[in-house]
């Protein structure tokens, strides 16, 4: 399971809104026949690439399947994996976790279990869903995972001018980790941002505008939402559920992320914190109790400081 979660990683920038997948199919002498993982929306998932690179496809009726999450049980894009194991005759397969999105949610290891395939499921499960905190979130709560983003000087104001050029590009990688960005409009009209990932080779993510004052709606795109009437932050992120997004990174202005605070509508949130005072008008948004700081780091004289509910 340790070398399927390693595989599934390697589906971290393509494979939203899915979740990232790994499989390892195993002999009956403990030696790696075949293994696979989720490279992209829309193609093939981890347990069709893993049973495809098996040279011996004989060899698949005495093996074992290591999979880190629950095989589908329904056609969406790709048909069913559950249906391919049961078809190449794999007598038994090791789940990590279970998939919560409603059309799986325990029916592909049922779909399995009928077929008399042998299922054991909580395979290093805390890291298997770890690994896809993201997705899980999104739909356990049926709203996309939320990351609040700022940086911030020694004093707690807020100043998007004090990245470096190597925390800057990994602020894109963190973009491109993303379904989408949201900002406000205030944001979008003081500083033009470009919102993509132009410092990371990583897709850009839809962007999203809140507006109600109808400043921005010119900006407006197929690329691009704006929302100009809303009745609650809950509603803008249960919208972008519907169209997919599993994930959200808000990146101001300050009004908009301690909008998102006040409600606890976040999941996680990334401060850079650079070693200068500046005072100013604006100050950074005050943590809650209920912060905890996950892992920091120093780059360049600046502490990203990571946190999580």
């Given at each position: 399971?340790?070398?399927?979660?390693?595989?599934?990683?390697?589906?971290?920038?393509?494979?939203?809104?899915?979740?990232?997948?790994?499989?390892?199919i195993v002999a009956p002498d403990g030696s790696i026949i075949g293994e696979g993982w989720h490279r992209r929306h829309g193609?093939?998932?981890?347990?069709?690439?893993?049973?495809?690179?098996?040279?011996?496809?004989?060899?698949?009726?005495?093996?074992?399947?290591?999979?880190?999450?629950?095989?589908?049980?329904?056609y969406g894009k790709t048909p069913p994996c559950a249906s391919l194991i049961i078809e190449k005759g794999i007598p038994r397969v090791?789940?990590?976790?279970?998939?919560?999105?409603?059309?799986?949610?325990?029916?592909?290891?049922?779909?399995l279990r009928e077929a008399s395939v042998e299922v054991e499921t909580g395979c290093m499960e805390a890291e298997c869903v770890a690994l896809n905190r993201k997705f899980m979130t999104a739909h356990r709560l049926r709203r996309p995972y939320v990351t609040l983003k700022w940086a911030e000087?020694?004093?707690?104001?807020?100043?998007?001018?004090?990245?470096?050029?190597?925390t800057s590009m990994l602020v894109h990688k963190l973009r491109a980790t993303h379904d989408a960005i949201l900002v406000g409009s205030g944001t979008v009209l003081a500083d033009s941002p470009r919102l993509d990932?132009?410092?990371?080779?990583?897709?850009?993510?839809?962007?999203?505008?809140?507006?109600?004052?109808?400043?921005?709606?010119?900006?407006?795109?197929?690329?691009?939402?704006?929302?100009?009437?809303?009745?609650?932050?809950?509603?803008?992120?249960?919208?972008?559920?519907?169209?997919?997004?599993?994930?959200?990174?808000?990146?101001?202005?300050?009004?908009?992320?301690?909008?998102?605070?006040?409600?606890?509508?976040?999941?996680?949130?990334?401060?850079?914190?650079?070693?200068?005072?500046?005072?100013?008008e604006v100050k950074a948004p005050a943590l809650s109790p209920d912060c905890r700081v996950a892992d920091t780091l120093i780059i360049d004289n600046n502490t990203i400081i990571h946190i999580e509910k």
């Open positions: 399971m340790q070398r399927a979660l390693e595989l599934a990683r390697h589906g971290e920038l393509d494979a939203s809104p899915n979740p990232m997948v790994g499989a390892v193609e093939g998932h981890a347990e069709v690439n893993a049973i495809a690179s098996v040279a011996d496809q004989s060899m698949l009726r005495d093996s074992t399947m290591y999979v880190t999450l629950e095989p589908c049980s329904h090791v789940v990590g976790c279970l998939d919560p999105y409603e059309k799986v949610a325990g029916r592909g290891v049922n779909m000087s020694a004093d707690g104001y807020i100043d998007g001018h004090i990245s470096t050029p190597v990932t132009r410092l990371f080779a990583g897709r850009s993510p839809l962007r999203v505008i809140l507006d109600r004052r109808g400043r921005t709606g010119g900006c407006a795109d197929d690329h691009t939402v704006v929302y100009s009437s809303y009745s609650s932050l809950i509603e803008v992120l249960s919208d972008l559920y519907s169209r997919g997004v599993t994930s959200v990174l808000v990146e101001g202005g300050a009004q908009v992320l301690r909008s998102f605070m006040d409600l606890g509508l976040w999941d996680a949130i990334r401060i850079e914190r650079a070693p200068i005072y500046i005072g100013g």
